[in-house]
């Protein structure tokens, strides 16, 4: 490995993030500007608040090119409000995204902040940490979902794109991290870790 993998900085938790990546052996790049997305080979959009991140990414004209970079095929991590940000539509209230993996997610639909809760995927071992966490109220044919809590999917891929409801930073486990990197989104190896 020892890619050169890019996490957005502009809120929430990218340093979690950039310390999971370097944990799972990949070089992170903290991105602010444009110019930080040359060079790496894929880019982490974390979790935080997804109305700051879309105003915070205007305001940095960096709305086109994270759209240019998401859609050239290289590999993306969404979570949380990073899949907000990458689904094609967002409900509960309904607000603008990216459309880049072919998903309905309801924002905040798992509770309020109080509600935040820690959780073991069905059938595995794949710890899960939901701060806020939006819901899959559904995905397109070509998405397929790698992890499910209570029957739900809450880790899900559509070529090169993955995205979770959950924190996989905020736990001792890198599975998540690695699969993504080694992988570049493809689900071999991570299905039976997930259960």
């Given at each position: ?45 974390p ?50 995204s ?11 639909a ?86």
């Amino acid at each position: 490995m020892g890619d050169r993998i890019g996490v957005l900085a502009l809120q929430g938790d990218f340093a979690a993030h950039a310390r999971a990546l370097a944990e799972a052996g990949a070089e992170p790049v903290l991105v602010r500007e444009a110019q930080a997305l040359t060079g790496i080979a894929g880019l982490v959009l974390p979790g935080g608040e997804s109305t700051t991140l879309l105003r915070l990414i205007e305001r940095h004209a960096l709305a086109e090119p994270l759209d240019a970079f998401a859609r050239s095929g290289r590999p993306l991590l969404a979570t949380c409000a990073g899949l907000i940000l990458a689904a094609r539509e967002v409900t509960e209230p309904s607000q603008p995204s990216f459309g880049w993996i072919d998903a309905t997610v309801a924002r905040n639909a798992w509770g309020r902040q109080l509600d935040s809760f820690e959780a073991i995927a069905d059938g595995g071992d794949l710890p899960l940490v939901c701060i806020r966490a939006p819901r899959i109220r559904s995905v397109g044919p070509r998405v397929e979902v790698l992890a499910r809590y209570a029957g739900e999917p809450v880790l899900i891929r559509e070529g090169t794109v993955w995205g979770a409801t959950f924190h996989p930073e905020l736990t001792a486990d890198r599975r998540v991290h690695r699969a993504w990197l080694e992988r570049c989104g493809a689900a071999v190896g991570l299905e039976p870790a997930c259960g």
